[in-house]
């Protein structure tokens, strides 16, 4: 099993699509600085979540019955503490990630990156799949 992190189906108004956004700001490129923020919010969910992983695995060693139950708790679980938090980065103002460039602001109104009119961090969504 599997957790995935990324973003529904969807575009704005002009076309372009929410997960093409995704992709070239996790990547950057010529023009855009990397901003991986499906990365950032996963990453930090481990820390937080070291307690909750622990006693998973004394839960698989004491019940392998429940493992395949137990698993999909587990994954849902940081599937959606990763979700919020990379809505929560999005909406407050980027501030884990590089600023907009000053042209940029210009155009947009505000140094808000991966910000335009809230939809991006809406479609924000995980998965769990066996695989």
Not at 70 to 75: D, F, P, R, S
């Amino acid at each position: 099993m599997q957790v995935r992190l990324g973003v529904l189906p969807g575009s704005y108004e002009s076309g372009e699509t929410f997960s093409d956004v995704m992709a070239y700001n996790h990547l950057g490129t010529e023009t855009i600085p990397p901003r991986p923020v499906l990365r950032i919010a996963a990453e930090k969910m481990i820390p937080a979540n070291s307690k909750r992983i622990k006693a998973f695995l004394h839960n698989l060693i004491v019940n392998p019955r429940e493992s395949g139950r137990l698993e999909t708790v587990l994954l849902t679980s940081l599937g959606q503490q990763s979700a919020a938090e990379a809505k929560r980065i999005i909406n407050n103002n980027g501030g884990d990630l590089q600023h907009n460039a000053p042209a940029t602001v210009e155009k947009k109104g505000m140094d808000h990156p991966l910000f335009v009119d809230g939809e991006l961090s809406k479609h924000v969504s995980y998965e769990v799949v066996n695989e």
